[in-house]
Nanobody, 134 residues
Framework: QVQLVESGGGSVQAGGSLRLSCAVF????????MGWFRQAPGQRREGVAT????????YYADSVKGRFTISQDNAENTLYLQMNSLKPEDTAMYYC???????????????????????????WGQGTQVTVSS
């Protein structure tokens, strides 16, 4: 059974930085799509950034481009999200998510990148709160 455990959330002032971590337990082989999603109160969960372990292709939501960086340490089975220049509108619960696509999909994912839709991911962490004050 795959388990994802996030850490690193907290409260910062606008302009500050945070680094989120997501430890992956139980996965042993194959390529994977990993993503960070966030959900603010009363809003839908949105994809923030994704990364493909099979080549490192990344996706970023327009709202975070140039400020957030997703990365992955395959040896440590850990996913990161470096968040800089944080804004009050970044306040949300942040979730780590994982999907393990079949081998037949690896070539297209390597070209197109991992999806950023919530329904494309089967495994989720418990979430970590990020609060940015103005």
């Amino acid at each position: 059974q795959v388990q994802l455990v996030e850490s690193g959330g907290g409260s910062v002032q606008a302009g500050g930085s945070l680094r989120l971590s997501c430890a992956v337990f139980g996965y042993t082989y194959g390529n994977q799509c990993m993503g960070w999603f966030r959900q603010a109160p009363g809003q839908r969960r949105e994809g923030v950034a994704t990364i493909y372990s099979g080549g490192g292709s990344t996706y970023y939501a327009d709202s975070v481009k140039g400020r957030f960086t997703i990365s992955q340490d395959n040896a440590e089975n850990t996913l990161y999200l470096q968040m800089n220049s944080l804004k009050p509108e970044d306040t949300a619960m942040y979730y780590c998510a994982a999907d393990f696509p079949p081998h037949s999909k690896w070539p297209i994912i390597a070209t197109m990148g991992c999806p950023a839709a919530e329904y494309d991911y089967n495994y989720w962490g418990q979430g970590t709160q990020v609060t940015v004050s103005s």
